[in-house]
Nanobody
Framework: VQLQASGGGLVQPEGSLRLSCTASAHIFQVNNMGWYRQAPGKQRELVAS????????YYAGSVKGRFTISRDSAKNSVSLQMNSLKPEDTAVYFC??????????????????WGQGTLVTVSS
């Protein structure tokens, strides 16, 4: 299984970015997809996750109301729309996937598959 993430970059505070991740996998292998992020010197944290039905989602409190996760199961892809970005959102963002429902399980070890990180920098 390969996960290919894209969409990172430099954005000013209050700006927007959209991250995308496409999985080369059988659909059942990526039933649950999520986005993690890791800032320098900090632990990797779960940002958002989404189940295969596209309806069951989870958001970290710090991004709720600003970020939206969505998926296109036909394309085995997941996106993260990030609005009203703050400097504290600066991090490397990772796409992750697993065959089992993970919900708000924030343990990175719960996810079997990982993409390469994409850097998001929020700065003026």
């Amino acid at each position: 299984v390969q996960l290919q993430a894209s969409g990172g970059g430099l954005v000013q505070p209050e700006g927007s970015l959209r991250l995308s991740c496409t999985a080369s996998a059988h659909i059942f292998q990526v039933n649950n997809m999520g986005w993690y992020r890791q800032a320098p010197g900090k632990q990797r944290e779960l940002v958002a996750s989404i189940w295969k039905d596209g309806k069951n989602t989870y958001y970290a409190g710090s991004v709720k109301g600003r970020f939206t996760i969505s998926r296109d199961s036909a394309k085995n892809s997941v996106s993260l729309q990030m609005n009203s970005l703050k400097p504290e959102d600066t991090a490397v963002y990772f796409c992750a996937a697993d065959r089992y429902y993970r919900g708000g399980d924030s343990n990175p070890r719960s996810y079997e598959y990982w993409g390469q990180g994409t850097l998001v920098t929020v700065s003026s």
